[in-house]
């Protein structure tokens, strides 16, 4: 019964903890998802048709897009190489967690799956302290219950207030600037985003708008990854 009790304590503990590390998440993602279920249901789409779309794609920037896809009747091709060019830097996301979630067993791939800009940014600030994974986990299960809350909910008031919804998509936008403005402040070192953006914007000059996302990602990994190794090298000498 005691051995029952602390482990209940320490569950609580862990909810408690990967709650509070989820606020910022959830102020953020409450507010854009339902901009998101009033855009689609501005564009003819119910609320459950954003909570299907939410809880199979889960990224929050081309769900905007596949709005326009949908009202445009854009191909299959079409929308699955703009979602693979748009979310590819989930991926590079990962690399920085291969050895936490290789130990994760089964949530693994639940991991992959739900890494996001702001989960990331969550992931990176938790550090190697008990229950890590587990708050991890959490974390990223309960910011996904935010944003099919919130894409519910929002399709729910679009449908009952219809309204004008000009220049609604911005805040996601927003979003991105305030995660970068987040990290510039708990970071000493500002040489990994001043880098990220002089290389964006030589990318998206030579290859426009809609493709310079997977070349920019793989030239800053690139020089992050020489830079550590030079670091590394430099420090042995």
């Given amino acids: 019964m005691i051995g029952m009790s602390k482990d209940k304590r320490n569950n609580k503990q862990v909810i408690k903890k990967a709650f509070l590390k989820s606020i910022p998440i959830m102020c953020s993602y409450l507010f854009v998802s339902m901009a ?3 855009m689609m249901e501005n564009a003819g789409y119910h609320w459950y048709y954003s909570l299907l779309v939410s809880m199979t794609v889960y990224t929050g920037a081309f769900q905007f897009v596949l709005i326009t896809f949908l009202s ?3 191909s299959i091709a079409t929308i699955a190489v703009t979602a693979l060019l748009m ?4 991926a590079f996301y990962s690399l920085s967690f291969l050895e936490v979630f ?3 067993g089964k949530r693994k791939l639940y991991m992959i799956h739900t890494m996001t800009d702001e989960t990331y940014a969550v992931n990176c600030s938790i550090g190697n302290i008990e229950d890590r994974k587990d708050i991890m986990f959490l974390v990223a299960f309960l910011s996904r219950c935010y944003w099919m809350v919130g894409a519910v909910l929002g399709g729910v008031i679009g449908q009952l207030f219809p309204f004008d919804l000009e220049g609604i998509d911005f ?3 927003a ?3 305030i995660i970068f403005i987040d990290q510039w402040e708990k970071n000493e070192k500002h040489f990994p985003a001043l880098s990220g953006l002089l290389v964006a914007a030589i990318c998206l000059f030579i290859f426009g708008q809609m493709s310079f996302m997977l070349p920019a990602l793989i030239l800053v990994s690139g020089i ?3 830079q550590s190794g030079w670091k590394q090298e430099e420090g042995s000498l």
């Fill in 36 to 38: 998101y279920g009033m």
């Fill in 72 to 74: 445009s009747g854009a």
């Fill in 87 to 90: 979310n590819s830097r989930q």
């Fill in 102 to 104: 290789k130990d994760m």
């Fill in 171 to 173: 805040c996601m936008t």
């Fill in 175 to 177: 979003l991105f600037i």
């Fill in 224 to 226: 992050l990854v020489f």
